[in-house]
């Protein structure tokens, strides 16, 4: 068996991607360990506003088993959720193979610095494709799809079964997610890969595998 429904929510608006948006075509290298990463004001607002969108779910559609990457604005994510839906919380499971994808060398640098620092790579990028290329002493989303499979078969594969499970994590895992759950051969990643930005508050809703929701962000702005 497996959950009945997986719902899985990117993490608010972090100060890394505030920085990013803020520096625009300037080259940026944001200093701060990315699993220290906190969410801005407007992270707080998405997460609290995918609070209320739980408290708003009759009782048989409520998460029953969260799952959460173990970075700090993902936390925080679910921390501000939770205390805004106002429910018992379920049980969480903090999981190392939810984090986001490792970026290694590129870490912190917005594509004008990357430009600037690892062209050759960022060459070596553009003939791997996004799927399979691995920044220097980083992940590509090859390998972030394998820690998936892995999660969903040995987490998930028993504590889970027929029960609805969140899960807080990143655009990287919410792309992974679509890949794995989806049951396509990585040839056909191209087409997830065009599903992209995931966006910052939105959820992604599975049921019994099938994908009904993807990266919606209605309760954002009702």
Do not use: K
């Not at 870490?107 to 050759?120: K, Q, S, T, V, Y």
């Amino acid at each position: 068996m497996r959950p009945s429904v997986i719902m899985a929510v990117r993490h608010g608006e972090s100060e890394a991607n505030l920085a990013h948006r803020l520096a625009g075509d300037r080259p940026l290298v944001y200093e701060r360990g990315d699993d220290e990463v906190t969410v801005t004001e407007l992270g707080r607002a998405q997460a609290a506003a995918f609070g209320r969108l739980l408290a708003a779910l009759p009782q048989d559609e409520a998460p029953e088993l969260v799952c959460c990457s173990p970075y700090r604005r993902a936390r925080d994510t679910w921390r501000i959720a939770q205390e805004t839906w106002g429910a018992e919380p379920p049980p969480v499971i903090v999981d190392d193979r939810l984090r986001d994808q490792e970026q290694g060398a590129f870490a912190g640098r917005n594509l004008a610095a990357l430009r600037e620092r690892f062209p050759d790579e960022l060459a070596r990028r553009e003939a791997a494709g996004a799927y399979a290329f691995r920044p220097p002493g980083g992940e590509s989303l090859a390998d972030v799809t394998v820690r998936l499979r892995a999660f969903l078969a040995d987490d998930l594969g028993g504590r889970a079964d027929g029960r609805r499970v969140l899960i807080v994590a990143h655009d990287s895992v919410v792309l992974g997610l679509r890949h794995v759950l989806g049951g396509r051969p990585d040839t056909e990643l191209s087409a997830v890969l065009a599903c992209a930005p995931v966006l910052n508050g939105s959820v992604s809703v599975w049921r019994a595998g099938e994908l009904v929701r993807f990266n919606d962000v209605a309760h954002l702005t009702s």
